[in-house]
């Protein structure tokens, strides 16, 4: 893989999960707003629709974490030498993963407190 090539495929994943990060912090703060004032029949389907937007974010960003993590392994041979991209490939994926896995979880269980409580 071209060195080009390479750095424009990690952007395209940095720019994924700032996406992600802004999309969760969206999701946790404007619904548990709707969750306050809606009506006791409105409850359930907007925590389904809070739990499916979760498991979306849940995908969306396992698939981003694992996408860096085969790009990791795939530093092109110019590249190798450079602190990045020893510091890259040493990247701790898993804890990733488990951050990106937990943290939506974390927010349904918010927003079923909100409106359930």
Known sequence: MKTESFLAYVRD???FIIGWTISIILWFILPLTAFSSAATEAELP???ASV???LFLVISGLGTIRR???LSKDVPEEDRDTPFSRDFVKSPWPIFAGIVAVTPIL???AHFYV???
């Open 46 to 48: 907007l925590f389904l």
């Open 107 to 109: 927010v349904c269980v």
């Open 13 to 15: 994943q940095v720019f």
């Open 115 to 117: 409106i359930f409580n």
């Open 52 to 54: 499916v937007i979760g």
């Open 68 to 70: 860096l993590q085969l």
